[in-house]
């Protein structure tokens, strides 16, 4: 594949009349929002933005400076560009309407500006995640409700990943796109269609939760560790690196299976569905992988808050299949 750039590519789908006018003038322009977030990450040595700064967010987490540089570095990128109704961030309690100075259009961008965060000042990979929907019934006036869309509506969903390369994931719904980050600070398209290995023996999960865990979970990882000489019959290995853009992005290359389950401590789980599990699991299906909460596809949940939390298994199809009967 000759180095065809994202702008090149999304032309191209303007062309094909894949993308409108507005998303790839949106997609563009997150996606620059996102190559300044890398160049503040990779000179960050030389301030101190990578320490904490004494505000706390709507999740009730200590923000780090650069999760407040990053989110507002990407609202007033996008604000401007006449593509949005509105905007929702993990770091902003209530949705963010485009001001009136701004003409809006008729895409809804969501996006945790910096997840992973609190492995910022460890250098451990973080990335930014969005995801973008649209309203059809554009008086100009939106809601929280205008953003409680199921994740199978995403027009869009994607990460970038600031890790030892810096790559973007893209999905426009029709397979996930891969991106690098050149020296000319360029995303070059490397692979059109990722998709995640149908098994494997790797899972992914926060194993000092195991004692909050509901029986069905405990059941599939004691069966994991038990390997061989269990009902699973092969041996497993575990990676948890605490960045989710991380971990996914692994599972997304090599497979595996990605486990943040609800439990008796996070009762509905501790990632958030709209701009975190919702876009992830758009990713991942489009890549032949699978989305569930345990019980119903992530993808076909109906969101009643915007900030609202879920449980959530992803990853190789047949091993999510494989936890989806401790659920029978
Ligand atoms: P944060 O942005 O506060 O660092 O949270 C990251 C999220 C997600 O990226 C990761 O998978 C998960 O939290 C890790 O949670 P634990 O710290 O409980 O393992």
Sequence with gaps: MNNITLSTFLQKQLDYSKIDRNLLLLLNTITNSCKKINSI????????????????????????????????????????????????????????????????????????????????DVNISIG???????????????????FLQKG????????????????????????????ILNHDNEWILKEE????PINTSEFSINASNMKLWDSKIKQYIEDC??????????KYNMRWVGSMVADIHRILRRGGVFLYPKDS????????????????SFLIEQAGGLATNGTESILEIEP???HERIGVILGSKLEVEIIKKYYL
């Design 304 to 306: 009643k808050k915007l």
């Design 265 to 280: 401590n996070s009762i509905n789980g501790k990632l958030r569905l709209m701009y975190e599990v919702n876009p992830m």
């Design 41 to 120: 990450i990779r000179n960050g040595n030389e301030s101190d933005i990578f320490s904490e700064s004494n505000t706390i967010n709507i999740q009730g987490e200590q923000q780090k400076k650069l999760d407040i540089i990053a989110n507002e570095l990407i609202i007033k990128d996008s604000e401007c560009i006449s593509c949005l109704a509105g905007i929702a961030s993990e770091e902003v309690e209530t949705i963010y309407e485009i001001p009136n100075s701004y003409t809006k259009g008729n895409y809804l961008l969501l996006f945790d500006p910096l997840d992973g965060s609190s492995n910022i």
């Design 152 to 179: 199978k509506k995403q027009i869009a969903a994607g990460y970038v990943i600031y890790g030892p390369q810096t790559n973007l994931v893209l999905s426009l719904g029709e397979g996930v796109l891969f991106f």
């Design 193 to 196: 269609k990722i998709i995640i």
């Design 128 to 146: 930014t995640i969005f995801s973008i929907l649209k309203i059809y019934d554009n008086d100009g006036y939106i809601t929280e409700n205008s």
């Design 225 to 234: 560790l038990t390997g061989t000489d269990g009902p699973l019959n092969k």
